[in-house]
């Protein structure tokens, strides 16, 4: 049990030290008094009995340390002896410590906070039964100008799905969801609800390996449909029905049907989203047609892949199905290829660029504050010169002079990082919540493997900021310092040279994350000044859907929408008043593919025109202020069984008919009635996302009554729109009590909503190149100080054989000025590089912008001068008398 | 200061173990009795006895206790434990091996 005597020793060793350390010297006493009796027995006298057993025993004290060493935790109490020792140097120099531990704490906060997102959003496996094996497959269209446009994952036809499903073997199973918005209506007089809802195929949960916290799952019979079965998710199931388990069985009505809740999900089912507040079949109130099509393209796929396959052989059979697909729709958009993506990062969708960004300049902000700290460390270690030389002289080893600078870094990155850690917690709630779109945004926060992270970075740059200067400082022209001279040795001018190189690194760093910050900066200012091509100012809108139960025919949906503009427009202080499916800037939602009768039929193989697909009101162009080129707008006599009409935009004109006069011709939609449309009117562009190029829209008559969901009311108003929102809900709940309003928008919000990121990384990104202009004006600042405080002797000298104070001031400045230069001329060329990294999210600005490059150049001179101007005018007024004297 | 010249690097802990095989003893009674028994050949300094003495506790192969010695006073007496029993078998083997090889070199020449 030899292990168990060295835990005891282990035990003891750690407890009872001191009691250990009285034993070994009564031990080493005995001894002492043994060898003195002996002595004595042998004939000595007293006195010299003892004179010659000490002289024996050598140097007690010598002795002790060598037998202590030998003991466990021996490493413990000498880092105990440095941290003492540290803390006391430390607490020496508040000044220097205050500063220091500020920069690691400002630094590791940000980078923690930063790395708890990144974790949670692109590192955490997701909580399903073994996720590793899980995959979105999507499809993808070989077409480069299609991918160019984002659409290099393609929702999936679900009669590919099906195929998919029936056809390939590779995978364990595939599942399917779909986007859906139901409206929940009250069964006791409760506020009718739009609720943001998915569609999941029956084995959707038991694929992802999910029992319902309450009741069962899908069956494969209820995944048709006629289905009208509910999963409630926990939040819904706690917040609307009280947590009432009573409710599993119960009868509840979506979109005015009746649905028996069959079970409610776990509280941590979050996926894909924490707003989904209930689940229905995947076919439930689909029309069966629309199942059998191959390309709308609604549908996600999840798939298991089968433990003994590899993903790119599952890959590869449900490749070929989908290519014998294409083949056989070559005149629709079915894509020829499919494209596989990780769970993760499907959620994390369009944040991983923008996170690796700052992930990139908090790194670069790190950096910054360790060359920074390592800047004054260098500084310190020139003001303890003396007493380096002395330790070292008296025979500490260098080894040892090294660990206890270190053991100084580190004190000063830990207080630093526990400081961060707290700031952490602040800012990822901050940045979680001031992020949009931030997915499983609701899970993100501090824990144990990010404590773990935060302590790494605390070591990392601990050694990053303290190696470097504890090496030059103990380095062996440290003791010719004891034979010369108190001033002007070698060790002084290496230690020169290191500062301004360290500072070099910072600066050219600093001029990177100034010339990102400037690029995104100057990118967000284009998106916000683009004109969108309509009215933004003082319009509001509201989302609403009619349930399809009650409103069964198009005559009560037109009756509905035009009973409902008619009240909007009578209201007092509304200009105008209008219906749409999708305003401009709120996405591309629905596209659809046409056919031009009077064009020649297009090259098989050849992709079909494509454009958005939008319903308006008569009023629609003339209150969002869409100028009209040509034709006309619609009027209330466009509607059903009147002959069919399109109004399509200047894009859809110029692309589709180059050349001709697009009026009067017509477009063929299969989807939506398999007719010919006649092009009435050309209006205006306008966009439908910030930031992305115009595409073709065509606009159809809303009141052919045939879209009851997903409507927007707009409205213009001649003061602030705000304050309308509650008479318009008034009015509507006139009209039908059961009907929720959603998304009380105004334009500007629906607009600044794209942007809100935009701004977020933008302002993020120059947070953090004005705190490194910051720490790199200080550096630079500490650094000829100290410069001019080592050359006090030369200039005083030079100005008393008759240097002029101008020039002294010169030569002060340039030798202050010449690392900054360096690293702004270093830096630069880096921003080229990391110009391209960031191209990808930069909107109307080149990766290389002169006037972004030239604004950072100037204003790095000018920080750079002022931080060089105060120490340089000191030196230029130096007393030669005095200067002398302090020799 | 240091390691005795005369000892032959890490034999030290081969003759503790060895010497308190019979009865446990104190650190001045060890190096006595090394002294002794080897012909007052082998010098054992206070210098690496007691480092030595305290590794081989912490390594659990000798425990030590506190007991009144012979002069009456407190005394820390070193004992074998069953686990230094065996690296003393295993030691002594070591030696007597390396012993016959280094005599076989030194007598062939």
């Excluded at chain 1, 017509?666 to 009435?680: S, T």
């Excluded at chain 1, 701004?759 to 650094?783: D, K, N, Q, R």
């Excluded at chain 1, 972004?852 to 100037?858: G, K, M």
């Excluded at chain 2, 091996?97 to 076989?104: K, N, V």
Aim: charged share 20%; net charge positive; proline share 5%.
């Amino acid at each position: 049990m030899r292990w168990m005597t060295q835990l005891r020793m282990g035990i003891v060793m750690l407890f009872a030290r001191r009691k250990a350390a009285a034993q070994l010297d009564d031990e080493l006493r005995d001894h002492l008094e043994r060898q003195i009796a002996e002595n004595r027995a042998a004939g000595m006298s007293a006195g010299d009995a003892r004179f010659a057993a000490l002289r024996e025993f050598g140097n007690p004290a010598l002795l002790r340390e060598q037998t202590q060493s030998t003991w466990t935790w021996n490493w413990l109490e000498l880092a105990m002896r440095d941290v003492r020792c540290g803390a006391r140097t430390l607490s020496r120099s508040r000044g220097f410590s205050f500063v220091a531990i500020a920069v690691m704490a400002l630094c590791i906060g940000a980078a923690t906070s930063l790395f708890t997102i990144v974790r949670s959003v692109l590192l955490r496996p997701l909580p399903f039964r073994n996720p590793a094996r899980l995959v979105m497959v999507y499809e993808h269209f070989r077409d480069a100008g299609f991918n160019s446009q984002g659409f290099n994952y393609n929702g999936v036809a679900p009669a590919d799905y099906r195929d998919w499903r029936a056809q390939t073997h590779g995978f364990e199973d595939m599942a399917a969801w779909r986007y859906a918005e139901i409206n929940l209506t009250g069964e006791r007089g409760e506020l009718p609800e739009l609720v943001e809802a998915r569609a999941g195929s029956w084995n959707l949960f038991s694929l992802l390996g999910v029992q319902p916290a309450l009741g069962r799952s899908f069956t494969e019979a209820e995944d048709r449909p006629s289905g009208a079965v509910v999963l409630l998710s926990w939040n819904l199931f706690e917040r609307r029905f009280g947590g009432e388990s009573a409710i599993v069985g119960k009868q509840i009505h979506l979109d005015g049907k009746p649905y028996t809740v069959i079970g409610v999900l776990p509280k941590w089912f979050i996926y894909p989203d924490a707003k989904v507040q209930l689940w229905v079949t995947f076919a439930s109130g689909m029309p069966p047609e629309i199942l059998e099509h191959h390309d709308y393209h609604f549908a996600r796929v999840i798939a298991r892949l089968r433990p003994d396959v590899s993903l790119a052989n599952a890959l590869s059979q449900v490749e070929a199905v989908q290519y014998r697909l294409h083949l056989r729709n070559l005149h629709a958009p079915v894509a020829e290829d499919v494209a596989p993506r990780t769970l993760n990062e499907d959620l994390a969708r369009d944040v991983k660029k923008p996170l690796v960004i700052l992930m990139c300049a908090v790194a670069c902000l790190l950096l910054i504050g360790c060359l920074n700290v390592a800047n004054l460390l260098v500084a310190r270690g020139a003001a303890r010169q003396k007493e380096v030389a002395i330790r070292g002289a008296l025979g500490a080893g260098r080894l040892t002079l090294i660990r206890e600078q270190l053991t100084e870094s580190l004190l000063i990155c830990a207080a630093g990082g526990v400081g961060g850690i707290l700031l952490s917690f602040a800012a990822t709630k901050w940045l979680t919540s001031a992020w949009k779109d931030l997915p499983s945004a609701e899970g993100i926060h501090v824990d144990g493997l990010v404590m773990g992270f935060a302590c790494a970075l605390v070591f990392l740059s601990a050694l990053l900021s303290g190696l470097l200067p504890a090496i030059s400082s103990t380095t062996k022209a440290v003791f010719a310092l004891l034979q010369a001279s108190s001033r002007g040795t070698a060790g002084s001018q290496s230690r020169t040279a290191l500062r301004k190189t360290l500072l070099t690194v910072e600066i050219a760093m600093t001029v990177v994350l100034l010339i990102a910050a400037g690029l995104l900066l100057k990118s967000f200012w284009r998106l916000r000044a683009t004109n969108i091509g309509c009215a933004i100012d003082n319009v509001l809108t509201m989302g609403y859907s009619l349930p399809s139960q009650k409103y069964d025919n198009p005559a009560k949906v037109d009756a509905f929408n035009e009973a409902l503009l008619d009240r909007v427009q009578a209201l007092p202080g509304v200009r105008a008043a209008a219906i749409g499916t999708v305003v401009p800037g709120a996405g591309a939602k629905d596209d659809a593919i046409f056919t031009i009768p009077e064009h020649p039929s297009t090259a098989p193989g050849a992709p079909l025109p494509d454009a958005l697909f939008r319903m308006v009101s008569p009023s629609y162009f003339s209150t969002l202020q869409i100028p009209l080129l040509s034709g006309r707008f619609f009027t209330s006599q466009d509607r059903t069984g009147r002959p069919r009409t399109v109004i399509v935009s200047s894009v859809l004109a110029r692309q589709y008919f180059p050349g001709e006069i697009a009026l009067g011709k017509h477009l063929h939609l299969v989807p939506y009635g398999n007719a010919d449309y006649e092009i009435v009117g050309v209006v205006g562009d306008t966009l439908h996302q910030v930031g992305q190029p115009e595409m073709a829209v065509m606009y159809f008559p809303v009141l052919n009554g045939d879209e009851t969901r997903g409507m927007t009311l707009v409205v213009r108003t001649a003061s602030d729109p705000l304050p309308f929102s509650v008479p318009i809900q008034k009015q509507i709940a006139q009209i039908d009590s059961e009907m929720p309003a959603s998304d009380l928008l105004t334009m500007q919000q629906i607009i600044g909503d794209s942007l809100v990121n935009q701004s977020l990384i933008s302002t993020l990104v120059l947070a953090f190149a004005v705190l490194s202009l910051l720490l790199a004006s200080v550096g630079l600042y500490g650094v000829l100080a100290y410069l001019v405080a080592q050359r006090t002797s030369e200039i005083g000298i030079r100005i008393a054989l008759g240097a002029q104070r101008e020039q002294v001031l010169r030569l002060m400045l340039l030798d202050g000025l010449q690392p900054a230069l360096i690293g702004l001329g270093l830096g630069l060329a880096a921003s080229v590089g990391a110009g391209q990294l960031i191209r990808s999210v930069l909107y109307g600005t080149q990766a290389v912008d002169p006037v972004v490059f030239a604004a950072v150049t100037a204003t790095l001179v000018v920080v750079a001068a002022i931080a060089c101007l105060a120490p340089a005018w000191r030196a230029s007024r130096l007393d030669p008398m005095q200067a002398l004297r302090t020799e | 200061m240091g390691k005795p010249s005369d000892l032959v690097q890490g034999t030290l802990d081969l003759l503790i173990l060895k010497t308190i095989l019979l009865e446990p003893k104190h650190g001045w009674a060890i190096a006595k009795r090394i002294q002794q028994v080897s012909g007052e050949v082998l010098q054992v300094q206070q210098g690496s006895l007691y480092p030595a003495l305290h590794r081989l506790e912490q390594q659990g192969w000798i425990k030590a206790k506190w007991a009144e010695s012979e002069t009456g006073r407190q005394a820390k007496f070193y004992a074998l434990t069953a686990a230094g029993r065996k690296q003393l078998e295993a030691e002594t083997a070591n030696w007597n091996r390396l012993s016959a090889a280094i005599d076989l070199v030194v007598t062939e020449a």
